[in-house]
């Protein structure tokens, strides 16, 4: 085991749940580091979601909500409401964050609340056994499109951005160094925080999407179709298809967090 | 994070035998092909990973990241 696990990690519910070379437990591994990092696992609250994703803050050995489908940013906001010196941070997966929970997402994008939502985005309904989801690919096949995708996906962190988030960036699984550096950056901002990692999932989406259930080749594709931001705007539209931007997409500075507007905004006690 | 080479030495990679699930996710990172194939199975019957040559070992870490299931551990020679 490693030295970060033992020391973070509830060592009864381990091995993790996840199937062979599933993108999210790198996520857990690279937040393990974070929080390693800025030293902040005393002042930490997790709350996740239901999907694969919403399991792994259950693994660690902080304070930890897990809730219904959908509702982890409803919750995590009535946290970070009643405690504001708590760094919230929100697991949750596409299906769980814009499929089912897609008001409460926009809404508190639309406060800035000060959260750190770690949206792990696989194209697919994971753990219900491969429905398709509001981020399946055009053309996807999964078991409840079996001719094909007809709608197409979101863009999550444009959706993000527009709804006002103030921090929102993409990286993928294979890029743990630079995902690092963001959710470091992501926990430390004063705001919505809105963080997209697109992982691989061998038993769903890699079998029936992508056509492979090899972790690595997963992988590999994922790396390839991730266009840095200086590339993307030269590239032009054609070379895009299929493929997304990573990078810190949006960051300003500036804007009023939300649970510090609503402390402020009461009355201020007379001391003495 | 710094451009220059790093000169850190490595003393051992370990590999838990107890959590490996076999994805082999760290044979693909690494830079230098430090780790093999092996018939060696972990507690869950998975194959596992084998570490060929960690002298080649340049540290930086990939597969210690990457490790879904936390089983890497790189050791340094003179931290």
Redesign the interface.
Known sequence: ?????DKY?RKRT???I?????????V???F??AVEDLGIFKDLALVGGIGCSGWLPTYLQSDVLHVLHGRAIPFACGLKLTDPRRKVVVFTGDGDCVGIGGNHFIHAARRNIDLTVIMINNGIYGMTGGQVAPTTPLQGRTQTSPYGNLEPPFDVCELARSAGATYVARWT??H??QL?RTIKEGIEHPGFTFIEVMAQC?TQAGRYIEGTSD??EL??LLKKRAVSLEKAKEASPGEMTGKFVVGKLHHLTGRKEFSQAIYDSFPQEKSG | MTASPRKKAVKEIIIDEQFCKGCNLCLVVCPRKVFSGSNKRSRAGYSMPQTTDAGKCSFCLLCEMICPDLAITVIEENP
Not at chain 1, 1 to 5: G, W, Y
Not at chain 1, 18 to 26: A, I, K
């Open positions: 085991m490693h030295p970060l696990a990690i381990l091995p993790l996840f199937c062979p070379g599933c993108g999210d437990g790198t857990l591994n690279v393990l580091r699984a294979a743990p160094v690092l061998p972790a690595g992988l590999s």
